[in-house]
């Protein structure tokens, strides 16, 4: 899915936050814009449905009913001529340019090409289809075409200009500042300023870019639709529990192999199973499959896309005068330059594979201790340490996972969106959904009553949908044109078991499941005026904070007696269980940093590498090899499977961004221990006005230090993740100062 580099009702940024797992997962991250509801300024065609104002309950509702394949190209074509239109009528206006006439107008300007785009992307994360698949081939180079046509409209450029820079700026209010100040950016950023001959050039590698950004996602999904590891018999299942058995017994029947068993290549297949097969063999085969995605030597391979795509962003940034990709993509970050960024993953690197060393000791005792006669390999790595950790905390995840019924978590989620936020969550029957799996609640103030959103729920992995975890906002909350409440979404990828059965998770998919439900209650929390900063529409390396942040009420102790029963007896989860899992909190964290740092790493230095000619395979191999990197892990995201990285801008130099939030992540859920615990009412109020309901009305420094009273630094991250704590002055500030 695209970036769109404006935000608004129609030119909306990026809302959708993908990630994969606490850990990230994307966080890739594939998104869709933010409409809101009104009808279009200019007249379109209503035969198409795709262009009709949102109608229904609830302030109107996508039609997904009524969505097909053929309109997408139609609709999205009519509806980039209404905002061409209503651009026009911004940048030709005879009167004197003004925050109303101009960046008011902007923010009411492309509402049906928004919808459109929302759309669009849902299909493309979702629903992709071969059918669907050659429209986004033909159209994501027009995508790009057009928003550097908006970007490069002069006239409509010197009216944002004259109105950032009249001094009657000084009158409007903080938010309208912000926004003039968000428009203005991000148009210079996007080469407002260029030469008529820069702007052609500049426009001519974002439509390759899009193009390249489509292959590269398309080849991933076809590597992970298209290489299974199929078991054939008892053996082949030794040692894995009843739960991953009954998924690769439904993943079997659905591809006509019943009587089988399948393991798909995606994260959700490929985790447990090589937690728990004892068949070495086979954990080989299924970790080959899932880390040479993209990089397999055949039609799909992602290595050629790549080394143009770097060359093609070094020369953007170039362009648009900045060193490199990675400085351009850091200006308006938290971060600010690469350099702040690279200081605090060199920070936590050494002490995480000081980790790892004693983590493969510890399974290599058990290795040899069970005479297994093998050196612990990438392959072996999950299996060991489940073992390490039923040996150091007696806690075996198979006794954790009977606990873990998705939907008892999911009213879990529900119920500490009521403790911190005081919403409710009725689920409701009349909105189209774009799949049978999709359900929908409605989410309401709780002491009010009144109506503050709709939480659309696609929990389970498909044909044709990018594997991870992610959020969408179908829709912004704004005040702009009448209060305009919010849609959001969390869409993730777990194994669909028989009808009628318990689907059970593992506690770092419950981990990732309250982690996307984060990104959600950052969405419905928004209170803002204008669509371009509601919700998740912040720095990147800001986003991941709320998401991140929710993952820590997971394991408070109200939410395990409550909702982690026994999927047969009902029984809530036993005290002892949760000593257990607390002891262990810190468990397996050096190959949990690891894992993700080298893949944010290798990210940073590919863009900072400049205008060279990169063989991605090499660079990723020399440069973990410089790093120091654990020959028994491999990068979560290998480069030619990094689709937050390459299947668009995203998280492109970015991916650091989890660690930059987990630093404010660790220090501000420390505000809740040291206050009254996790459910601290005032702490809690304070996070919801100072960081979840503000978007991007104000600079996230700020709103941070708004709740917090400081800024964050690296020691409460440190002691999150169990790895020593700095002792040199200034480790407390230095990662957000």
């Known amino acids: 899915m695209r970036n769109l580099f404006l935000a608004g009702a129609g030119m909306a940024a990026l809302v959708t936050s993908g990630c994969a797992t606490t850990s990230p997962e994307a966080r890739p991250e594939a998104a869709a814009a933010a409409p809101a509801p009104q009808t279009p300024a200019a007249p379109v065609a209503p035969a198409n449905p795709l262009l009709a104002k949102w109608a229904g309950a609830h302030g109107g509702v996508p039609p997904f009913d009524q969505v097909k394949v053929s309109d997408f190209k139609p609709a999205i074509e009519a509806a980039m001529d209404a905002m061409r239109q209503e651009l026009a009528a911004i940048a030709n206006n005879p009167e004197a340019p003004t925050f109303e006439n101009t960046l008011a107008a902007m923010e009411d300007a492309g509402r049906a090409y928004a919808n459109v785009e929302t759309l669009y992307g849902i299909w493309g994360s979702s629903l992709s289809s071969p059918e669907f698949q050659v429209v986004e081939r033909e159209m994501a180079p027009r995508f790009a075409a057009f928003d550097d046509e908006i970007a490069q409209n002069e006239a409509l450029f010197r009216r944002i200009e004259a109105v950032y820079n009249s001094p009657d700026k000084a009158k409007l209010t903080p938010e309208q500042q912000r926004l003039a100040w968000v428009h203005y950016t991000r148009f210079v950023r996007s080469g407002a300023k260029l030469d008529a001959a820069a702007k052609q050039r500049l426009a001519a590698i974002n439509q390759r870019l899009a193009s390249l950004y489509t292959s590269f996602g398309q080849n991933v999904l076809g590597d992970e639709e298209g290489y299974t590891v199929v078991l054939e018999s008892e053996a082949d299942l030794a040692g894995l529990p009843d739960s991953v058995r009954a998924g690769a017994a439904a ?9 089988k068993w399948v393991i798909t290549n995606t994260r959700s297949s490929m985790e447990p199973f090589l937690t728990y097969s004892s068949r070495r063999d086979l954990r080989e085969k299924v970790w080959r499959n899932y880390v040479n995605r993209g990089d397999n030597g055949d039609a799909r391979d992602n290595n050629v896309i790549i080394s143009e795509v770097l060359k093609l962003r070094a020369e953007r ?3 648009l005068g900045y060193p490199t990709h990675a400085h351009w993509r850091l200006e308006n970050a938290m971060a600010q330059k ?16 000081a980790r790892v060393r004693e983590e493969v000791a510890d399974m290599q005792k058990v290795a040899d201790k069970e005479r297994a006669k093998l050196k612990i390999e990438p392959w072996d790595y999950r299996y060991y340490a489940e ?3 039923k040996a150091k905390y007696d806690l075996d995840q198979n006794e954790v996972k009977p606990y873990l019924q998705l939907e008892k978590l999911r009213e879990g989620m529900f119920w500490v969106a009521g403790e911190l936020f005081g919403f409710t969550f009725t689920q409701v029957s009349d909105v189209p959904v774009f799949h049978p799996d999709v359900r929908v609640w409605e989410v309401k103030d709780r002491d009010s009553g009144r109506h503050v959103g709709l939480w659309y729920f696609d929990p389970y992995a498909r044909p044709g949908k990018r594997s991870g975890a992610w959020m969408n906002a179908y829709r912004a909350q704004e005040r702009f044109r009448g209060e305009v409440t919010t849609i959001v979404s969390n869409n993730s990828n777990f194994v669909k078991g028989a009808p009628g059965e318990a689907v059970l998770i593992s506690w770092e998919d419950a ?14 929390s928004s209170s803002v ?39 047969q007896t009902g029984k809530p989860i036993p005290q002892a269980l949760v000593t257990r899992i607390e002891k262990a909190a810190t468990f397996n964290n050096g190959f949990a940093t690891v894992e993700y740092l080298s893949s944010a790493l290798v990210d940073m230095k590919l863009h900072l590498a400049g205008d060279v000619t990169i063989d991605p395979d090499a660079f990723e191999r020399d440069t973990l090899k410089a790093l120091g990197m654990p020959k028994e892990i491999v990068m979560r995201h290998r480069t030619p499977q990094f689709g937050h990285v390459f299947a668009g801008d995203g998280y492109s130099a970015g991916y650091y961004s989890y660690m930059w939030s987990d630093t404010l992540t660790a220090d501000a859920f420390e505000a809740f221990t040291e206050g009254k615990g996790a459910y601290d009412k005032s702490v809690a109020e304070r996070l919801r006005k100072s960081v979840f309901s503000v978007g991007n009305t104000v600079d996230p420094a700020d709103g941070y230090r708004s709740f917090r009273g400081r800024d964050a630094g690296i020691n409460a991250l440190m002691r999150k993740r169990g790895f ?11 990662s957000t100062r």
């Open 529 to 567: 005026t204008y669509p371009s900063l509601a919700g998740t529409s912040v720095a990147r390396d800001y986003v991941e904070f709320p998401s991140q942040l929710l993952e820590h009420w997971l394991s408070t102790p109200e939410v395990l007696n409550t909702f982690a029963l026994h999927f």
């Open 724 to 734: 020593p704590v700095p002792t040199t002055a200034g480790a407390q500030s230095k």
């Open 387 to 389: 073992k390490v950790r």
């Open 317 to 319: 940034a170039k362009l």
């Open 251 to 259: 993943a079997a029947e659905a591809r006509g192999l019943k009587g």
């Open 338 to 353: 690469p350099e702040r960024a690279m200081e605090l993953m060199e920070a936590v690197w050494k002490p995480a594979v």
């Open 511 to 524: 981990t990732t499941l309250f982690h996307e439900f984060g990104h959600a209650l950052h969405g419905l």
